[in-house]
């Protein structure tokens, strides 16, 4: 098996300067974008703002690889553990090989170790916000949001690590598949749950004005959309990511979520295009190639961790003579990092596709002109940025720009 050949090492560090160089174009792509001047007014200070984040973005990036590289390849992580190991047997008289002391390196000591060495990193974050959003008293707009984590490769210790590594020392073979159905029973009701609190606790109220209401019901009925009432939320300025339209769905019941501050700056025509728009998107069963897709890579990530943990010759690679299974559970965890935003830019093209598709159902209604103009007020009553580099939006977000969308609904006009 290929699994049991490979040179975890050396691979992983490949891997990192690779994402590392990829991620470095992107930013240089995106730096020269945030040069352009010719935007809205009304945007300028996010410019600035990421402007001034971009040109920090490159040290920041060297900084992050070349710890990754210089902790894997020279067997630093290994050391701390090791070290940690016998300072706990020496003065806390815990057994080097037993598994509690394992776990106590894995859960408290790396972690403490990767705080140190991100130091950096963190003043670097720190000084951008403190240049460009001094007083964030008033309502300062939230800092950009680093990739979108769509497709979820992480691996939770005790819900999925132990599990597995306890099914693995009962001898029970394909243990990987139980695991990844407990995970999958676990996803599907951390799917469904958000959306069920987020309309309890959100603020909302009954939607008043009555010809608006009575435009968009026409509109769910020309789709056999069950729309059980229209309900007006208090958009929260700190937070750029809330979309001005969404649509909650609770089986057979369906309700239409608008932002307060929206809707008092577009016109009605412009609220039902959003609304259209995101009426094709539910159409496009969004959620649930989204929920099949992670559940899929889910499964991959499973089943490649149990075959790397029982691998002896990777914990000989790292100069174990004994299979630590929690020290490999840790690195596993470490050398799959960078695979995290390449998958996550594979989900943002299905996406987008989506997002398209989405626009073309908007126009067929009618709506061109005026999802034009929506679309331009509702992300500038978000502050998002309007004209990212193409590449570079793909890769950190599985929505379109600004720029893009409007193109997108020019194309077949």
């Known amino acids: 098996m290929i699994i049991e050949l490979l040179e975890y090492k050396s691979t992983a560090t490949k891997v990192y300067f690779g994402v590392y160089a ?25 410019r600035q703002f990421e402007l001034g984040e971009s040109r920090y973005r490159f040290i920041k990036g060297a900084w992050k690889v070349a ?27 815990l057994g080097g090989a037993q598994w509690y002391t394992d776990y106590f390196i894995a859960t408290a000591i790396f972690p403490i170790a990767d705080a140190i060495t991100g130091l950096p990193v963190m003043l670097y974050d720190l000084l951008v916000l403190k240049r460009y959003k001094i007083d964030c008293s008033t309502g300062c707009k ?43 029973a676990r996803n599907a009701i951390g799917t469904l749950l958000p959306e069920i609190i987020t309309q309890s606790f959100l603020k909302t109220d009954l939607l008043r004005d009555e010809e608006l209401i009575t435009e968009i019901e026409a509109l769910t009925k020309k789709v056999d959309f069950p729309l059980k009432k229209i309900l007006v939320f208090q958009s929260d300025v700190q937070d750029s990511g809330t979309p001005d339209v969404y649509i909650f769905e609770n089986f057979n019941a369906k309700s239409i979520f608008l ?22 998107t539910r159409r496009c069963y ?3 190639k989204k929920f099949l ?22 914990y000989h690679q790292f100069g174990f003579d004994r299979m630590a299974v929690i020290f490999g559970a840790t690195m596993f965890k470490i050398l799959i990092t960078p695979l995290k935003p390449v998958a996550n830019s594979l989900f943002n093209l299905i996406s987008r596709k989506m997002h398209l598709e989405a626009n073309s159902f908007a126009k067929s209604h009618g709506y061109s002109e005026a ?19 193409p590449l570079y939006s793909i890769y950190r977000s599985q929505s379109m720009t600004l720029a893009e969308n409007l193109q997108s609904i020019s194309k077949t006009e």
Request: aromatic share 12%; charged share 20%.
């Open 22 to 46: 990829l991620e470095t174009y992107l930013n240089a792509r995106q730096h020269r974008k945030l040069l352009e001047t010719e935007m809205p007014e009304a945007l300028e200070e996010e």
């Open 67 to 93: 710890k990754n590289i210089v902790f894997i390849q020279y067997d630093i992580y290994p050391q701390i553990w090791r070290y940690s190991s016998d300072l706990l047997v020496e003065y806390f008289n």
């Open 371 to 389: 999802l034009k103009s929506g679309l331009i007020k509702s992300y500038a009553n978000r502050m998002q940025n309007f004209n990212d580099d």
């Open 259 to 280: 932002s307060n501050t929206f809707i008092k700056k577009a016109t009605k025509e412009e609220v039902c295009a959003l609304v259209s728009r995101e009426l094709g």
């Open 142 to 184: 939230s800092i950009r949001r680093p990739p979108q984590a769509n497709i979820d490769l992480g691996l939770s210790t005790a819900l999925d690590i132990l599990p597995q590594l306890y099914l693995i020392n009962q001898g029970i073979p394909n243990s990987y598949l139980y695991v990844w159905l407990f995970r999958l």
């Open 286 to 288: 969004y959620g649930l």
């Open 293 to 314: 897709l992670n559940e899929a890579c889910s499964l991959g990530i499973v089943y490649a961790f149990s075959n790397v943990i029982q691998n002896r010759s990777f």
